[in-house]
């Protein structure tokens, strides 16, 4: 199990309770919800929310999650949960997001935290000549609460620029389910630009924004703070979750050759059948995560660098063009050509 | 549960000693019917309705404040219960022809319980009345206490969708003007970031008084969403509803509030739009305020950088 190192499954314990699994205990508390109802399946008991460094599993945050989802019954909820978590109280961390010299730090900072700032649902950051993108994986359980997470986690990184900035961004925000009725949350919470019923979950920016100089963390103790940032993440016992792992090994082998679960399995220091249960206990399968890594890859290379057919078909080990037509409506519902149209306009 | 005990320990208590009471008389009286004598849709009918009146006290009692309204209603259901019951009991228990004392146990409490009840379901009317007289600007013509905001008194968003869609409507037929005001915190996040979200939330409490305040018997205030407020402005042109925007807007900029924990003022400024209702739905309008919100709002730094 070498392979695994530092690397949290559905029940690790690994996020602290009083810091996520608190702010939305606390939002439920100020919204006059049962504590006793809101704990209920947890495994979790009121005197434990006190002790300190007490660390809850994923799962169990899901559980909270969906207990506190119905309770309040409101749609406001993930947005409000979004504007509590960034920066957050990790410490050195979370001081430099509060003092990044640039957008980009603080995004690149909030992607190699992503154990600490966003432990269910792991972004990624990936720029061009014109956007900064940032989309999400997930680590534990593939769609579980998907839109609650991507609500709050949008809320979360458009606020955190917003408070950097002390002003609105203009961030593009796009959604691969159809328009909900509380859109009003969405005008207020990621501004203007919204679109939903698009192939993926992402938000992107303009690039200047993201090199845009900020004044504050200049000198050395900007300098300290961001060593001593490094070091809290050097020292965190889990830094990726086992989906996020699996997917980033996927997407670097694709770029050698197609890649085979025997090969995978062996890559992780595991049987193919031992591989097969970790996936069955965390909710997917082999082939459902494989087709999840070639469908981003895909939409990334045809919305963010305008391939063609062919050469994603390459890239992905696709025999043909015709092959990789199919495979992507399959993935998203759409034909190539349907999705370059829908991207421009 | 303990705290209805508590609460209501002689009511309970008093139709809990009825019952055992009656009971007792009807053992003391009478003998056990045989199996074979039982009809279960007589049990299954009578004693389901003892039960579902049973239910109905505990209901009236957990959701109403102490008065006279759930007092007559509490005392009218009770009524009704020991009729039910005592029905019930002579399904298993076999008395004398004798005996005449049950049948006034079944049917004197039944018509003082009706009439109990009736009278407390004409003061609940007029209660229901004085409590719409505070709803007033809240909502018209219907209520759905599902879309209440849980944390201003006001309606949310879906509560407000309805509702505009009804005075759209009403609007075209009697072809009045109908404007839409939105109004927004400016830099309420600092707010929450500085005092706290409860701190936040107080905020919001008191600046809906304060708009209702400013607002005539006719209009409809209601919370979007976060720290928008949306007011629908029947029989109002555009001239008069800007005018009531700048007046609102003003109350908002000129309200001295005051931080729960040291009394320090908060200051509050916010920034308003207006649309007049065309021939549309409620979300194409909704769609429109937002845009000349934003259009109200355009931050000067973000050309900038």
Known sequence: ?345 | MKTLLQLHAMKLGALFLLANAALVAFLSAGDFKPLELWSWSDIIGEGGTALLALAWIILVLKSRPAGLVTQLLSLGLGCLFFSWWVDTLDEFIRLPASVQWDHWLESIPMPVGMLLLTLGIFHWHHEQLAINQQMVKREKAFREHRLFDPVTPLGGAEYLKQHLDLALVEARQQRLPLAVVILDIDDFNRINHQHGFQEGDAVLRALTQLLLLNLRTHDLIFRLAGDRFVMLLPNTGEQQATTMAQALKSAVDHFAYHNQQNGERIPLTCCSALVVAKDENSAHLMERLHLALAHAKQPPRLQRA
Request: aromatic share 8%; glycine share 6%.
């Open chain 1, 1 to 345: 199990m070498s392979a695994l190192h530092r690397v949290y499954e559905l029940d690790t314990p690994i996020i602290p309770l009083h810091q996520q699994p608190a702010a939305l205990i606390d939002l439920a508390l100020a919204r006059g919800v049962n504590l006793d109802r809101l704990l209920r399946g947890t495994r979790l008991f009121q005197d434990q929310l006190l002790e300190p460094g007490r660390r809850i599993t994923p799962d169990q945050f899901y559980q909270l999650m969906d207990n506190g989802i119905r309770l309040l019954d409101n749609p406001d909820t993930a947005f409000l949960f979004g504007q509590r978590i960034l920066p957050g109280h990790y410490g050195a961390v979370s001081e430099q997001l509060r003092q990044a010299h640039t957008l980009h730090e603080a995004l690149e900072c909030l992607t190699t935290g992503a154990a600490l700032f966003s432990p269910l649902l792991a972004p990624r950051l990936v720029l061009d000549d014109h956007y900064g993108y940032l989309f999400w994986v997930d680590t534990c359980r593939p769609g579980h609460q998907r839109r609650f997470l991507v609500e709050a986690a949008m809320t979360a990184v458009y606020a955190l620029s917003r408070q950097l900035f002390a002003s609105k961004l203009p961030w593009e925000c796009r959604f691969s389910y159809p328009q909900p009725r509380h859109i009003e949350q969405y005008w207020l919470h990621l501004g203007e630009q919204i679109r939903f019923d698009q192939a993926m979950d992402m938000m992107r920016i303009p690039r200047q924004y993201l090199h845009h100089p900020l004044t504050p963390g200049s000198g050395l103790t900007a300098q300290m703070i961001r060593q001593q940032a490094q070091g809290q993440l050097q020292q965190l016992s889990h830094i990726q979750g086992f989906l996020q792992h699996l997917y980033l090994l996927l997407e670097t082998t694709l770029k050698v050759e197609n890649p085979r679960q025997e090969r995978i399995a062996a890559q992780l220091g595991m049987s193919t059948s031992g591989l097969k249960r970790l996936l069955k206990k965390h909710h997917t399968s082999y082939q459902q995560q494989l087709d999840q890594v070639r469908k981003l890859t895909a939409l990334q290379l045809i919305q963010w660098k305008q391939f063609s057919n062919e050469d994603v078909a390459r890239l992905l080990h696709i025999n043909d063009a015709a092959n990789f037509r199919r495979c992507f409506k399959r993935w998203t519902g759409l034909a190539p050509n349907q999705l370059r149209a829908q991207w421009v306009k």
